[in-house]
């Protein structure tokens, strides 16, 4: 059901945990809607089978697998609330990582809860009573501490997100097959799970919006036929009606039909498509410049924290089981990430200088403050 939780409204400009990316979080605000970001993710869940599908659509595709370990002592990155929000890790989890180490865009934990953000419209709350992190490490913090989308939910009342690049909503899926989708709107979360979620996709406009332009076509109680189009609405309703069109049972592999949905909604610019077999905790994808097929099992992976955390480039040329191929953590590489990709976004849009020198130094040193317990 929608839920909207209550907060104390403030001032965000006098928001504590934003100091880090303050300067360079207006300039995005310019540079990525230029850039054309246009994810398509769903859920897909067939009898015992649960699976969450998603195309990045963002002119950047580099980025770093990670396995991140249980037992980690974490502060949330940037923040001077007081008191600071801190954790320990409970979970492992496998990432998808495009700005650094502890900032995913996505991933699953070793209790099959994933979660993947897209970009969409986000009021996020304003400074109140609790401590704050940011709209990635938020990402991280779910697969490090929960197991459910009903513990995710739970969690905004201990918690908020302060912005500190963009703007963005989640799709939530866990091994029960609970599916939720988080948005933020004047302040507040709305979840829409159960009833209120009748079909488990989402772009980038706000998932209300998205429903409502859906019941305007053919098959979900309208007139207009089905396009081609790129715009968000579109790709949302080609979703929907390509999961529509299975027949369940479906025969053959489930994961191979979750990567033709995802052929449905590609554009000229997806760079990773990732489906994640929640059931069997399997990940697979590929990237625009890869297409062969790369498999990672969970249950093959340490977690421990007494193991490095790995490291895995997403645009690697190898290809099906992927354990062997991991690397362990590499600071250098992580900052060379950081650099690489907010050098291609200040090519992307003006003002022609980011003042990005400072937040990468910090981003990529973060991962060193986090411990084993």
């Known amino acids: 059901m929608v839920k909207p939780v209550m907060n104390h409204r403030r001032n965000a400009s006098h928001d504590p945990s934003r100091p880090v990316g303050a300067a360079l979080a207006v300039i995005l605000a310019v540079i990525v809607p230029r850039a054309g970001a246009a994810c398509t993710a769903f859920v897909i869940k067939n009898g015992g089978v649960v699976l969450l599908a998603k195309n990045l659509d963002w002119p950047v595709g580099d980025g770093y697998v990670f396995v991140n370990k249980r037992h980690v002592v974490k502060e949330a990155f940037g923040g001077t609330s007081s008191p600071p929000l801190r954790w320990t890790s409970e979970y492992g989890s496998v990432t998808f990582n495009q700005f650094g180490r502890e900032f995913p865009l996505g991933g699953i934990n070793e209790q099959g ?28 913090y779910q697969l490090d501490n929960h197991r459910s989308v009903k513990d995710v939910l739970k969690s905004e009342a201990r ?20 599916t939720a989708v988080v948005e933020y709107a004047g302040g507040k ?15 980038d406009n706000s998932y209300a919006e998205s429903l409502r332009n859906l019941r305007m076509y053919k098959g979900f109680g309208g007139e207009r036929g089905i396009s081609e189009g790129s715009e968000s609405a579109e790709r949302f309703v080609r979703a929907a009606a390509v999961l529509e069109d299975f027949e369940w049972p479906i025969q053959g592999v489930l994961s191979d039909h979750a990567f033709t949905a995802l052929r449905s909604v590609e554009q000229t610019d997806t760079q990773w498509s990732i489906v994640y077999n929640i059931s069997r905790r399997l990940v697979f994808f590929k990237t625009k410049s890869h297409r062969r097929l790369k498999v990672i099992r969970l249950e093959a992976l340490d977690f421990s924290c007494g193991s490095p955390v790995l490291m895995l480039p997403v645009d690697t040329e190898a290809g099906w089981i992927l354990t062997e191929n991991f690397a362990p953590y590499d600071p250098q590489k992580n900052r060379r990430l950081l650099e690489t990709v907010f050098r291609k976004l200040e090519g992307l849009g003006e003002p022609s200088e980011i003042p990005a020198a400072g937040l990468v130094g910090k981003m990529s040193e973060y ?6 317990r």
Not at 113 to 138: C, F, H, M, T
Not at 159 to 178: E, M, P, Q, T, Y
Request: hydrophobic share 40%.
């Open 189 to 203: 979360m709305l979840s829409y799970t159960g009833n209120d979620l009748p079909v488990r996709v989402l772009s």
């Open 159 to 178: 918690l908020r997100i302060s912005k500190l690049l963009f703007n963005l909503h989640f799709l939530v899926a866990d091994r029960s097959g609970k």
């Open 113 to 140: 809860l994933v979660i993947e953000e897209l970009s969409g419209p986000a009021g996020y709350p304003s400074p109140d009573k609790r401590p704050a992190l940011n709209e990635l490490q938020w990402i991280q």
């Open 367 to 372: 991962p060193a403050t986090c411990r084993c």
